[in-house]
């Protein structure tokens, strides 16, 4: 069992004075009492067998014939009833330790056991690991967190829990609770709307983010926040993030810089990597990378650095080339990129195939390539390809007989997410190791983007972040040059948090939204609550918050978001346990001046 597990506080009561995993050889000849859930049960004839299972872990119960009435109702157990003993705790010989057991070296002998909580035939088992449907597993939960793994987990992360708060408070921060019932954010995701009875008609919404209230309390003058805030969102399911509700490590702190708030967190994942994990960090301090580099070198804003593989820009390669696909990509805002793969030329068919196929799937309508061969380059785009060109090329790439270099070719940002997406697919081709944290934080996000359907500049990212350069930026460089003091941290390809050095200025804001094509009317009818606050005298502030359960999810090595959650909901948002989201009954609705109105099924649509 983990490490807290060994801090349990040992009770004296008729129930329990030891906790099972906490025997050991200098418990001999101890009378015990112990109280836990049958794990295992296993009649020799002569002798029964019972590993005894709580928190703690798993120590062998002994139950011998002599006490016929004790012997019998042993017999009868069910695995995971629960049960009481008393005992004498005894040394095991030599050849029946079991050093995989914390326990493992001594064993109880019963001389009382009463059956607290029988058990019925479980809907799947305990103690083996069998595969078992997830809904089955959401269905039962509390059944489900009684297997070693998941339970360790939960208790993994209740430990990194309290070492965040230590480590947060340990620097000045201090921790409030802001509240869950307050005001929409259209702006953002779906929100979870709550009727408010007081105020027919009216809706209070969970908070998608503690965000305006984290800003207003650095106007109220606290120095550093934090809270493990629970957020709310009306998302659809992935396996990094849970439908409906999920929780961060929300940070605020007045008066820094970027750089002061990076430190901070860079020291948090270092503590916490090093006391609650065996994992290892590949650079210290985290490398930065700007959004420019990381889309032209890794295709996307959320790299893996354990991937051996960077995309190559070779857009002047081809200005004035033969292969009119390539040249007519060398033109502003267009792009040539390339991806080697070393000593795979020599890949079947069905490889090529499945890459293509990869490719169309990531929006590229073919995948060009060329294998480096003894017998010389093979592929679709050789014939296009002049002997010169193809030798500068090899230059450039570094490329030798064996490998084979992949195109991407097209519109800028697309041209590097498909290659982006295509390093990724390729990452199956290396053994990575899941013991290295590769972190990065990606910095200076483009303030503005050009929206293609509305024909307009448009925010990028966060239209609440400080511009770099501040106001003289806003009126002396083309917006789409501008750039945000936004950054994200990233590890091992996952997106732990966003965050921002925030525009405090309410005479920046505006002209911000201005280039955006907003009126100080309609900024005010907006955020009007907000600006109001910072012109009562706003300090320079900054914050992030790394979502809890991702963290956990990394550090405990899971694939899926929903093996850290005590109680997460299946992928279409359901609790299949208390079966929520679930009918309420007329006289609810009455008193919340609500009316339900369904959307036509299938047949009356018909």
């Not at 354990?306 to 070779?314: F, S, T, Y």
């Amino acid at each position: 069992m983990h490490r807290a597990a060994e801090k349990a506080i040992t009770l004296q009561n008729r129930f329990r004075t030891d906790y099972c995993g906490q025997l050991g050889p200098e418990c001999e000849n101890r009378s015990v009492r112990l109280g836990g859930w049958v794990h295992r049960k296993r009649d020799h004839g002569g002798l029964i067998f019972i590993d005894l299972r709580d928190h703690s872990g798993i120590c062998q119960l002994v139950i011998q014939p002599e006490q016929q009435d004790l012997f019998d109702a042993a017999g009868h157990l069910h695995s995971e009833s629960v049960i009481c003993v008393e005992g004498t705790v005894v040394r095991r010989s030599a050849e029946t330790v079991n050093s995989r057991l914390a326990s493992g070296q001594i064993e109880v002998v019963v001389s009382v056991l009463s059956v607290e909580g029988e058990a019925q035939p479980l809907p799947f088992p305990v103690a083996d690991d069998v595969q078992t449907s997830e809904e089955l597993r959401l269905k039962y939960r509390f059944i489900d967190l009684r297997r070693e793994k998941l339970h360790e987990n939960i208790i993994f992360r209740s430990s990194l829990t309290a070492e965040v708060r230590s480590y947060l408070v340990e620097r000045g921060f201090i921790e409030i609770q802001t509240p869950i019932l307050t005001s929409s954010s259209p702006e953002g995701a779906r929100d979870f709307l709550v009727p408010s009875r007081l105020h027919p008609g009216k809706f209070y919404a969970l908070p998608q983010a503690p965000q305006q209230f984290k800003q207003l309390l650095m106007v109220a003058g606290f120095p550093r926040y934090f809270q493990i805030a629970p957020c709310f969102r009306d998302e659809d399911a992935r396996a990094d993030r849970s439908p409906g509700e999920f929780y961060q490590i929300d940070m605020e702190m007045a008066f820094i810089e970027q750089d002061d708030l990076f430190e901070i967190l860079e020291g948090m994942f270092r503590h916490l990597t090093e006391t609650m994990s065996k994992k290892r960090i590949t650079e210290y301090p985290f490398p930065r990378i700007s959004y420019r580099d990381v889309m032209n070198r890794f295709g996307t804003d959320k790299p893996d650095l354990r991937i051996p593989l960077e995309i190559r820009d070779v857009t002047a390669l081809f200005v004035d080339s033969s292969f009119k696909v390539f040249a007519s990509n060398t033109r502003q805002g267009s792009c040539v990129k390339a991806l080697v793969l070393k000593g795979r030329g020599g890949e079947s068919r069905l490889f090529y195939d499945k890459a293509e196929k990869r490719a169309r799937e990531l929006g590229s309508a073919g995948l060009a390539y060329i294998q480096f061969r003894e017998e010389g380059p093979k592929g679709p785009v050789v014939k296009f390809l002049g002997e010169a060109e193809m030798e500068r090329l090899k230059a450039e790439l570094g490329l030798e007989t064996g490998d084979v270099v992949f195109f991407g070719a097209g519109k800028w940002e697309s041209t590097c997410r498909i290659m982006g997406g295509m390093r990724t697919w390729f990452g199956d081709l290396f053994e990575l190791d899941r013991d290295e944290l590769s972190f990065c934080w990606i910095v200076d996000f483009p303030m503005y983007e050009y929206n293609e359907e509305s024909k307009k500049i448009d925010f990028s990212h966060n239209p609440f972040s400080m511009p770099q350069g501040e106001m003289e930026a806003l009126d002396t460089m083309q917006p789409l040059d501008i750039l945000a003091y936004q950054y994200d941290i990233v590890c091992n390809g996952i997106e732990l948090s966003s965050g921002a050095i925030r525009n405090h200025r309410p005479d920046i804001m505006y002209r911000a939204f201005e280039i955006a094509g907003y009126t100080k009317d309609e900024v005010n009818s907006r955020f009007g609550h907000m600006i109001d606050a910072f012109k009562l005298g706003a300090p320079p502030h900054g914050g992030i918050a790394p979502g809890l359960d991702r963290l956990v999810m990394i550090l405990r090595d899971e694939q899926n978001i929903r093996e850290v959650i005590a109680f997460p909901m299946n992928q279409s948002a359901q609790d299949l346990m208390m079966s929520a989201p679930s009918e309420v009954m007329e006289q609810q609705l009455k008193e919340l001046c609500l009316k339900i109105e369904l959307p036509p099924t299938k047949e009356e649509k018909k």
